[in-house]
């Protein structure tokens, strides 16, 4: 799983570095969370460095050594692999083949071509596409070794997967909802989408996102006994290696026409902080109080004492929501959009800051344990590519509720490294799953204090 190997590569320089305990904890936790913190980036960073350096080199390569001419453009990119066929393709959902022919081919082909496909965009991550229904991509000499068409379409169309990790807030957005939209958006809705490993609530949660996106009914291609046919055909789904991100180097797009899109799929009317607040209306800019938004959490991780957090963010002169956001995706965005600063535990739900406005401030709360990690990553760092202001928030163990749950001594508040080893699921079942947040309401306040400054900076 991506998580454990992110974490194991972490422990692995660790290791080499691990001088013994006792005396030297302190020290060695501290080291830990910088490693931690800067080996997966750095890590990441190359990977995407080397990317840019040899473009696309891997995917012409592959497809060069398989049928020595890269047609269909089957792109084997280290995190996502997507076929892009640009002649007639027929699909077949029952036995998942996507077939084609080209008799521009026929020179080039020995035999039949196959190519397999899993059309989720987190090919890295064994679990996820343990999830995912495999395609064939099968390329023919002739049409006449094609099946027949029996039913004819006139506009392209794309295969995705709602498998994988689909159904999780935050990797909806990072692995088919940002991906969907980077792939289809120059067909500016005259696009197809065939959908494999449906889930109909995740469609109907979706819906003006999707049907922003393509003017056509989905088709639920699995069980698809027909033939289709199309002019044009994506298997997959493109991709940037970076979290809830798009590079806008690589695309004639960026994060900002992301949420433009979103704004007009929700109607959203406020494209930065500070402005066009509705009751704010006619008054001054200084005269507005800036609305906090508080990501409530019920399960794990919530906070023990909003009320204090509360009181404390309204003497600063906050207005202050509290929601916890749930499956009615336009409510969410419409609250998310009318705020401008939100403040939540790191989970799922902070994936809502793509409904914020441009320069806004968002406050990460890091649970204890070592999450920075992947709280950077996940969402501290793709906020600056959304034009968000981002403050990260490390919680002392005395915030933490695991103080109440272990010994002074325990090995989980003394040596979360220790924990950190046996793996993903173990520093998930502890850290994240069964720790809550106290804030130390005199340690956060400057944290408050700045997000107003940045507010009136940027205002
Ligand atoms: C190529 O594929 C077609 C249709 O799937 C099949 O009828 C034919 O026998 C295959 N040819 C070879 C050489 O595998
Ligand atoms: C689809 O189009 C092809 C080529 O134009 C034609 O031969 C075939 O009869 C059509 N099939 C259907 C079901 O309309
Ligand atoms: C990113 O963009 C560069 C320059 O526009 C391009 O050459 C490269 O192929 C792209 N890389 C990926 C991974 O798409």
């Not at 039949?112 to 395609?135: C, G, L, V």
């Not at 991780?301 to 003497?315: C, H, L, P, V």
Request: charged share 25%.
């Amino acid at each position: 799983m991506l998580y454990d190997s992110i974490l194991a590569r972490s422990f692995s320089k660790h290791e080499q570095k691990k001088m013994g305990y006792g005396a030297l904890m302190g020290c060695l936790f501290i080291a830990f969370s910088f490693s931690i913190m800067l080996k997966p980036h750095l890590g990441r960073h190359f990977l995407a460095l080397n990317l840019r350096l040899f473009p696309r080199a891997s995917g012409i390569k592959m497809a060069d050594i398989i049928t020595k001419k890269p047609t269909p453009a089957c792109n084997w990119m280290d995190w996502t692999d997507f076929c892009d066929i640009d002649m007639n393709v027929r699909i077949h959902g029952e036995s998942s083949s996507v077939m084609f022919a080209s008799t521009d081919m026929e020179e080039h082909l020995e035999r039949n071509s196959t190519w397999k496909i899993k059309p989720y965009a987190r090919k890295q991550d064994a679990n996820a596409m343990k999830n995912t229904r495999e395609w064939s991509v099968k390329a023919a000499k002739s049409p006449q070794k094609l099946p027949q068409c029996t039913q004819n379409h006139s506009v392209p169309a794309i295969l995705f997967s709602l498998g994988g990790y689909a159904g999780n807030h935050f990797h909806d957005f990072t692995d088919v909802i940002i991906p969907l939209f980077i792939t289809a958006r120059k067909f500016n809705g005259e696009v197809q989408f065939l959908i494999t490993d449906s889930k109909s609530w995740w469609v109907l949660k979706y819906q003006a996102i999707l049907s922003k996106l393509s003017n056509y009914d989905i088709i639920y291609i699995d069980k698809e006994a027909q033939v289709l046919c199309f002019p044009h055909v994506i298997v997959g789904l493109k991709r940037d290696p970076k979290e809830l991100s798009i590079d806008s180097n690589n695309h004639s797009f960026s994060m900002k026409d992301f949420k433009e899109f979103l704004r007009s799929s929700y109607s959203l009317n406020r494209g930065r902080a500070m402005e066009n607040r509705g009751r704010g209306r006619g008054r001054k800019k200084w005269e507005i109080k800036p609305r906090l938004l508080i990501v409530a959490r019920r399960k794990t991780r919530s906070f023990t004492n909003t009320g204090e957090i509360i009181k404390m963010a309204k003497k600063l002169g906050f207005q202050v929501i509290v929601t916890e956001p749930d499956a009615n995706l336009k409510k969410v965005a419409e609250t998310v959009n009318s705020c401008d600063v939100m403040m939540g535990v790191h989970g799922a739900g902070l994936t809502n800051i793509v409904f914020l406005p441009e320069r806004s401030v968002f406050i990460q709360i890091v649970p204890f344990g070592g999450a920075e990690w992947v709280s950077t990553r996940f969402f501290g760092e793709p906020s600056k590519d959304m034009e968000l202001k981002y403050l990260g928030y490390d919680i002392s163990l005395k915030e933490s509720t695991l103080i109440q749950q272990y010994p002074k001594e325990h090995v989980v508040l003394r040596d979360p490294v220790a924990i950190q080893k046996q793996g993903w699921s173990a520093f998930k079942s502890i850290y994240f799953d069964n720790q809550n947040v106290k804030l130390d309401i005199n340690r956060f306040r400057p944290t408050l204090l700045k997000a107003l400054e940045l507010l009136h900076h940027s205002s």
